[in-house]
């Protein structure tokens, strides 16, 4: 080992930053080399993409230049393209060079999955980077910019299929049923021609989450002109229309595809032992029969012992993991063999519906309306004071409550 042992960090995601940042606010970047690695030089907050993809929020509002919150002159930033990770030679290829390491942390997110239906990954988008989302809408926007343009008017282009009633989906669904008053405003058109799909294989939307709060949500979707296709599998995915298992067709020249997730290909690809691209952590974080190797966040899978299942992928997961890597690597480079298991605190979940409106569980409480719209703001900006403070929370947090 090197003098000074070498942590690379993989993604500045949720996980990754964090965990720099932690690394940052000790004294650790006086004993290792800390170098994180992303593949753009800003960091953007996942949890938040749903709104600029809808046209609700400027994307610039949920990304920040990472040297506006890490340090360089503790910690290395190099803008750069994970490619491989070679595990034998304790080395990571980049698109345009390479890092040897002492101690690895992945945190290189997910992807969409789409369960091998066919069609999808070429005639659909995916909530997944500031460059997806800005995609979005301006395909949205071009949409409604079309349709007056055209000679024989089709309603396909002003159809919009939502593939996922899950979270994810859901909070696009809540932001694009708020805009499309302001687009049918802007563009001449009448709000009854523009049809929204919310499309779930489930038999409910919202699987798993309180029965009364998915009711609510989804009466004040339908209220806003939404319409739910539960229980309803989607077949294939072609150019302009979506096939459903129960023989409908859907004619549609915008798909959103927001079914789950999967991990990085890039943790598979590098002959990690896998479920749906996710590895099975071990206790303290670290890959199992691997001393030097942590995975935190999407690429992570830790199994909720209690219902002996997976917990889902969360921003709220990805930033407590984020302590114990931070504690745990700082343990090994003073030498200590000794980790800190990590323990989920799941303090709740809310789930915007767009405007002033949210759903959620804090604790034992239940939240509607406008309580839990401000709740889900607070959770937002309490991100921001972790990794960057009140200066932060003031240029980039949600500041206006009701
Ligand atoms: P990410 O935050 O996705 O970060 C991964 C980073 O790795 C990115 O910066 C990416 O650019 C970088 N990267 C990827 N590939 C490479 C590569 N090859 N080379 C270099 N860099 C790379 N969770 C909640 O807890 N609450 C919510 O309300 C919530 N809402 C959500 C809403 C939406 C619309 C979405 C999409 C997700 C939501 N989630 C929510 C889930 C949450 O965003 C993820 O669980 C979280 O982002 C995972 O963090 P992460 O650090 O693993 O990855």
Known sequence: MNKKPRIVILGAGYGGMMTATRLQKSTAYRDAEITLV????????????????????????????????VDTNKINFVKDSVVEIKRDEKKVILEDGELDYDYLVIGLGSEPETFGIPGVEEHSFAIRSVNSVRLIREHIEYMFASYNK?????????????????????????????????LCKEYDIDRELVKVYSVEAAPTALPGFDEELVEYAMNLLESRGVEFKINTPIKEVQDGRVLLADGEEIKAQTVIWTTGIRGNSIIENSGYETMR??????????????????????????????INRPYPPTAQIAIQQSYTCSNNLKALIAGKTEMEEFKPDIKGTVASLGGKEAIGIV????????????????????YLFLLGGMPLVLKKGKLKFF
């Open 38 to 69: 992303n593949k753009h030089n800003y960091h953007y907050q996942t949890t938040w993409l749903h709104e600029p993809a809808a046209g609700t929020m400027h994307h610039d509002r949920t990304r920040m230049k990472i040297d506006s919150v």
């Open 150 to 182: 055209q000679d024989e008017k089709s309603d396909d282009v002003l159809t919009f299929v939502v593939a996922g009633a899950g979270f994810t989906g859901i909070e696009f669904v809540g932001e694009l049923s708020e805009r499309i008053p302001e």
């Open 277 to 306: 691209g996710r590895v099975k952590v071990e206790s303290d974080l670290r890959v199992p029969g691997s001393d030097d190797t942590f995975i935190i966040g999407d690429c992570a899978l830790i199994i909720n012992e209690e």
């Open 363 to 382: 604790g034992e409480r239940k939240l509607y309306g406008n309580s839990a719209s401000a709740v889900k703001k607070i959770i937002d900006n309490r």
